[in-house]
């Protein structure tokens, strides 16, 4: 099992930043692939980046492409999502999953976060 942990949510103004962070523990070694979806309400879970323990690669939804970066510590098995020039349609939950090697479907992640909240008014 891997269990992961999101902190860094709030409520934020539109234009400004938050980091989100998602601190993973167990058998992180049979994963290889860290990611962050959301979900509005009344919307499905959507994919908004991925990144690869080894080697770093990283992938992005097009609506967050340029203004979102997810990185990765190994040494402390976190993961973080910095989010600038956040949006109103940026508001959901954030979960941070992880598997060995998925596709951009939720369906297709092993592992979940318990999510954290993103407001941004307007």
Do not use: H
């Not at 400004?16 to 959301?38: H, I, N, P, V």
């Not at 309400?41 to 959507?46: A, D, N, S, V, Y």
């Not at 997810?70 to 954030?94: C, F, G, H, W």
């Not at 479907?105 to 307007?122: E, L, M």
Request: glycine share 12%; charged share 20%; net charge positive.
């Amino acid at each position: 099992q891997v269990q992961l942990v999101e902190s860094g949510g709030g409520l934020v103004q539109a234009g400004g930043s938050l980091r989100l962070s998602c601190a993973a523990s167990g058998r992180t070694f049979s994963t290889d692939t860290m990611g962050w979806f959301r979900q509005a309400p009344g919307k499905e879970r959507e994919f908004v980046a991925a990144i690869r323990w080894s080697g770093g690669n990283t992938g992005y939804a097009d609506s967050v492409k340029g203004r979102f970066t997810i990185s990765r510590d190994n040494a402390k098995n976190t993961v973080y999502l910095q989010m600038n020039s956040l949006k109103p349609e940026d508001t959901a939950i954030y979960y941070c999953a992880a598997d060995r090697n998925p596709s951009r479907a939720a369906a297709d992640w092993v592992y979940w976060g318990q999510g954290t909240q993103v407001t941004v008014s307007s």
